[in-house]
Each structure stands twice: as structure tokens, then as C-alpha cells.
């Protein structure tokens, strides 16, 4: 869902220090320009924009308090509508699904207490509302002068402010959201109701294609606006039920610790999708054309890994699962099956937020069966521990520590791994690699590769429940998921996996319990030393970490796999061969014949432990 910064009334962030004269003077001089005393007695704002950008149109309604900064959003941009807000206490967004959750995980409260902050100009008061501002000095950019304050609202997180240094207009807002810096201009300013408005604003998060412009077409001043006018709405969807009772059971396979279960849309299918609680319900462009979908807009999609895809949206009929059906959907269109050479698994669509929300979820690992059930007919008696969890977009985080140092997780079905720690976090915390370590590519995302420092990590503690020295990743990324300063980290399939797992979206709580037998595959990692994707009749190797087996062998980036122990690749599963060189013993040889040019060569690679 679309974030917007509206340009009537404009943005700061947390901690109250004292404010310097020049801040200060900035500050009285932006509230000169705006109108000065015209603003007082002015205590709401609604302002409607025009919406272009991200391949989609429409209209963008906007409310402010300008005594507090309680805010709200309303959004209907081609086939899409939301809505967001800010209710003093709690950020809130009513998803495209049309479901409403309390958003409190990773940056999202602060952010909102920054965008309220802005609205009702708070920086203009005798205390500045309580902010912490710094004074950045003077910049010049495309030949005019700005004076940029760095300001941080109680509550909320820094960003850049920059006033033109002649007009005194603010300019420009430079905010880092979640993993992305994004940059706010605002410009043609012109005076309504006694005041001045920007009527351009232009959104960028730094690639063109994924820019975003709203126009002010209309702004109106009023009387205070009642709590409720920014409060969460109360809604109740009625477009999902289960056949002939009030749960259903279906299988699921495990490949490279991914959920892959048969669904149908439209009425046609099986169609395996991947079951992601990091994700939301998509369906890929060929499976799109194929059912004849039409997809609109180019948004951007981001997850692991720096990189991102273009996203669409289009219209889904009827979703079934087992019994269950969603109807009338809103489905992102992605390419996700661009991933499906980096799971050897072919990958249509996935299954993710908008499923988990309506119904209860249980994921039993042990037996490799879903359950989705009603809300009213779940009972947590006997369904494990309750870890509370908040909402971050359409990620679930919870509360957990790693050796002792606590921080907000992202629970991630869609991981294969069992714990990443973000750079962010690796950093502030001096979390250091032990002397068993490997510095590699750690898995795939959507934004492509993502790197890491893998060991046997400290105790991760989930409420009651302890994992001793799991395999943990020191991620290493510059961007994407695992760069995001405000997540700690990922809690992945390696360590979800050891449980049945419940979800109740509904009550925020997720319910953790014990798997009845050994679990297969646990607690191992790579013994070789190398990445490898399918690749036409082959496996290609896109990565052989120096000094390890792999590469002692002669093993090279570049060279195609295509037989392993004397086994053509085309008889083999990509996530079977990775999984024999985590579990075959130490000293193991593994015989590769690869292609390299045009020329084939044998090697042996004897495997070892490296971590």
C-alpha cells in the first residue's frame, strides 16, 4: 500500500532537547511565509489530491488535526483502495483486501508520528513540540540554498527537513523508511483560505519509474474533528468461508524449508503456491495471462536482497484452498517466478497476509499439514505458548532476544533460514562472528543474492521457549529486508519448522508448539561451499566462497553442474543435492561432472564442516 507524504502541513521527529537559535529562526521564518497568524484558530484540514504515478491514477483524501497531528488517509488508486492513519496512540492501515490492522511493528508508529508532526506544523510551537532538531547549516542544490534541520519528534525517528533559504518555504523532506530513503518535494505554492499550500508534491524512493505526484485539488479548513474521524474503522469482511464446516485440513511439501501447498483460482488449478507470512497473495504475470487477468500499475516490490521487481495489480475471482475460498480479491501481480531457478520449484503465486488475516493458521511442520480455520471456532487451549506479535505492513513481528539482547523479529515462513540478524543491528549490538564462521551467500530474495556471516549462533529466546546455538546469519546486505535499521532481525523456516505453529492474525498471537518427533535437517549448513541455480539442463554455479571445499576442488563461478555422483542433473532436485551437501558427514567426496566452456571436467569435492 502506497505511503504518502501530503504537503499541506509538513514534518519533524523524537526527543526533547533544547532548540538553538538558528533552528528556531528557521523555523519562525517558514511560519512567516506560510501565513503567519492566519493559521491561528485553523484546528482541522481536509485536503483531496490528484494521484498519478506507479502506472495507476486516482484520488488521495487527506485529514489532519492541527492541534495534535492525528491524521488520516483515504486512497482509491485504479483498482486499489486503502486507507491509513494515525489515531494519537497507534498507526492503523485498511489493507486493499479491505481488512484493518493496528500497525506498531518496525518503523511504521514512528513514521506515522513523524507524518502528524508535519501536518499540524508542531514545529512552529514555543517547545517545538518536544522535538530534538539539529542544525545541518546551509546546502545549495540545482542553484538555490536551503537551510536543512534534522528533526526528531517524541516518539518518532529523524529525517531532513530543507527550507528554501529565500522564501523560506520548506522545500524538501528526506526520511529513511524502513529500508528505503525517501525524498519529498514540494513546490507551487499558492495561498488558500489566507494561508500557503505546496500544490506539487513528488515522492521518490530514487528510481523515476517508481515516483509518485499528487496534485492539491481542493483544502478546506474546519472545526475540531472528532476522535473517530482518525480512529481505525471498524470493519467486517464477509468475503472468505470453508465448504461444509468451520476448518480445513490440506497437505504441503518442504522444499528448501518452504511452504508449497496446491490452491485454485478462478476455478482452474492445482496451481502450487508458496505459503509466505512474509508476503502477501500474488499471482505471476504468466499465470496471470493465462487465466486471462488483466494487470495494472508498476509498483515497486522489495524483500531480501538489494534489488526489487516491478508489481501490478489485478482482480481475483475466487481463491480456494482446501475447502476455504476467498472471493473478490485484490491480487499483486509480481514475477516471482523469476525465483523459481533458486528453488528448483516452479513458483505461480504465493499465499500470504491477506489469507492469514481472515483465517486462523495452523502450520503443523511435523506432519506437513495446513489448517485454516474460522476465527470463532479456534481454541488456543492446546495450541502451545502465545507469543503476542505487531503488525509491520503485512509482516508479523515479535518480541525476542538474541544472546540477551532484545529486538523486534520478523516471523518469516518464506525464510529458509533460521535466524538473520540485520547489519543495522549486527552493528549497534557489537555482534561479532565466532572463529567457525563463513562469510557467503546465505539464500535468495526477491531483490536478488543476499550475503552473510553464518555460524552457530548465542540462545534465541521467543518468550518461554529457548533455541540453543541456532544457525545464524550476520547479514552483510546494503539494502533490502535485512538492512532495515528498524527489525533486528528474521526469524526463518529453520527454526519455525521444530513446531506446530498457529497464527490468529485477529488477536495477534502467534502459538508455538513442540513437534512430536526428530525434526530431519536441522541445525545444518552448506558443507561445500558454493551456490548453485537451476540453469537449463544443469545446476549453475553463481558463487564458490574462497577456501572452502568447493573451491580447494576447482569448483569456479560459472561452471554448470551436470551430474552429481554420476546422476544427471535432469534426474535430481535442485533442493535435494543442497540439502546432501548439508547432511552428508564431513569427509564425504561428492563427484560433480561440470561443463566449463566447452570443455567437461570431473571433481571431487570432499566435504567439512564450515561452522
Known sequence: MPKFTTAFVLTALAASTSVYAAPADVLDANRTAMGGAAWNGKLSVTVEYAYSGQGLTGKVTS?????????????????????????????????????VTQQDGGDQRQLAINEGYRRANLWWRADRGGAAIVDDGEKSDGGRNYDVLTIAPQGGKPFDAWFDAQTHLLARLVEKQGPQTVTTT??????????????????????????????????????????AAFAAPKVSVADFAIAGGKETTFPFHLYNNHIYADVSVNGKG???????????????????????????????????GSGHMDVGVTKITALQLGNATLKEQTFPVMALDKLSPIEGVSMPGMIGFETFRRFVTRIDYGNRTITL????????????????????????????????????????????????????????????????????????????????????????????TTVQSPITELSTDKGGAFADASIAGNIGAGILKRYVVTFDYEHTTMYLKPVTHAVADLDTFDRAGMWFNVSGDGF??????????????????????????????????????????????????????????????????????LI
Open 373 to 464: 480455520m474460522l476465527p470463532d471456532a479456534f481454541d488456543s487451549r492446546d495450541a502451545g505458548e502465545a507469543i503476542p506479535f505487531t503488525f509491520n505492513g503485512n509482516t508479523i513481528e515479535v518480541t525476542a532476544a538474541y544472546d540477551g539482547v532484545k529486538g523486534n523479529f520478523t516471523i518469516d515462513t518464506g525464510s529458509r533460514s533460521s535466524v538473520t540478524l540485520n547489519g543495522p543491528f549486527v552493528a549497534d549490538n557489537h555482534l561479532n562472528a565466532t572463529n567457525k564462521s563463513i562469510d557467503s551467500v546465505t539464500g535468495w530474495g526477491i531483490g536478488g543474492a543476499t550475503r552473510g556471516v553464518t555460524m552457530h549462533g548465542d540462545t534465541l529466546q521467543i518468550g518461554a
Open 63 to 99: 485529514r489532519a488535526d492541527l492541534r495534535n497531528g492525528d491524521w488520516s488517509d483515504n486512497f482509491a488508486l485504479g483498482p486499489m483502495t486503502g486507507a491509513q492513519g494515525f489515531d494519537g496512540a497507534h498507526a492503523w492501515a485498511k489493507d486493499q483486501s479491505g481488512t
Open 186 to 227: 514540494l513546490s507551487d505554492y499558492r495561498p488558500i483560505d489566507s494561508v500557503e499550500a505546496a500544490v506539487k508534491t513528488h515522492v521518490s524512493s530514487g528510481e523515476a519509474k517508481y515516483d509518485q505526484d499528487l496534485t492539491l485539488a481542493t483544502a478546506n479548513f474546519g472545526p475540531a474533528l472528532d476522535h
Open 540 to 609: 549453475a554455479i553463481v558463487d564458490v566462497t574462497r577456501d572452502t571445499p568447493a573451491d580447494q576442488a576447482g569448483l569456479r563461478a560459472g561452471d554448470v553442474i551436470v551430474a552429481v555422483d554420476g546422476k544427471p542433473t535432469t534426474d535430481l532436485k535442485l533442493y535435494d543435492v543442497r540439502q546432501k551437501l548439508r547432511d552428508e558427514a564431513p569427509g564425504t567426496v561428492v563427484n560433480f561432472t561440470v561443463t566449463r566452456g566447452s570443455e567437461s571436467k570431473n571433481i571431487a569435492v570432499t566435504l567439512r564442516d
Open 270 to 304: 492445482h496451481y502450487q503456491f508458496i505459503f509466505d507470512t512474509g508476503g502477501e497473495n500474488l499471482v505471476t504475470p504468466a499465470l496471470a495471462a493465462e487465466l486471462g487477468l488483466k494487470s495494472e500499475g508498476q509498483m515497486q516490490g522489495g524483500g531480501a
